[in-house]
């Protein structure tokens, strides 16, 4: 009990730490021993979201995040990250990086996950996932040769690989700056997540000025 009111009660107070960008490193998010190298440009500040669409806090993450993400200034590059741990989530990640292959990525993200949550849509079956994509123009065969292609398995190795060097034992995540992680947990409920990240994007640009 005692636990459950500190998380509440840090909860309450996180806006005003993260607007004057006061966060408390071990408390608010974590630092990675090792930072990840980020993949956008040397005068960008990258955040990344590790999820799954089998994830309810990942879902309900979602408007909340993308109102934020559709007001970042232009210095910071967002990207999705498709948690990789095995059976479904590998299933999903592979259905991520073919509709991105396939050019439909950013149309159907939200969708995915209303499928699964809210129509109990499993989209693991290779019949399934390209029935799904047949909803926005792709061709069954299509989906199908995208699902398997190498370049696809191949990005779901690469994801599997930063997830690991993230030291992410879970989701959802956001990774600011390839060196900073912020859970629902440390950031008090999944609605503080973007107000740490933002609050972690200044410490970041704060550094880099100095």
Not at 34 to 56: H, L, N, S
Not at 111 to 134: M, N, P, R, S, Y
Request: proline letters at 4%.
């Amino acid at each position: 009990m005692f636990k459950s009111l500190i998380v509440a009660v840090a909860g309450l107070g996180l806006s005003t730490l993260a607007s004057a960008a006061s966060l408390v490193e071990g408390q608010h998010y974590t630092t990675l021993d090792e930072p990840v190298p980020t993949q956008v440009a040397d005068d960008r500040i990258e955040v990344t979201e590790a999820f799954w669409y089998g994830c309810p806090h990942c879902y309900a993450l979602e408007d909340t995040l993308n109102a934020w993400v559709d007001g970042l200034p232009e210095d910071v590059a967002f990207q999705r990250l498709p948690a990789t741990m095995g059976g479904a989530w590998n299933r999903h990640a592979a259905l991520f990086y073919a509709a991105e292959a396939l050019g439909i990525r950013e149309r159907i993200h939200d969708d995915v996950f209303h499928a699964i949550h809210e129509k109990g849509a499993e989209l693991t079956a290779d019949g399934d996932i390209a029935a799904f994509f047949a909803d926005y123009g792709v061709a069954e065969d299509e989906a199908r040769e995208a699902l398997n292609a190498f370049g696809v398995k191949s990005q779901v190795n690469q994801a599997h690989a930063r997830m690991r060097n993230m030291r992410l034992m879970g989701v959802p995540a956001l990774i600011v700056d390839g060196r900073y992680v912020v859970t629902p947990s440390s950031a008090g409920s999944l609605d503080n997540m973007p107000q740490v990240a933002e609050a972690l994007v200044a410490k970041v640009r704060e550094d880099r000025a100095n």
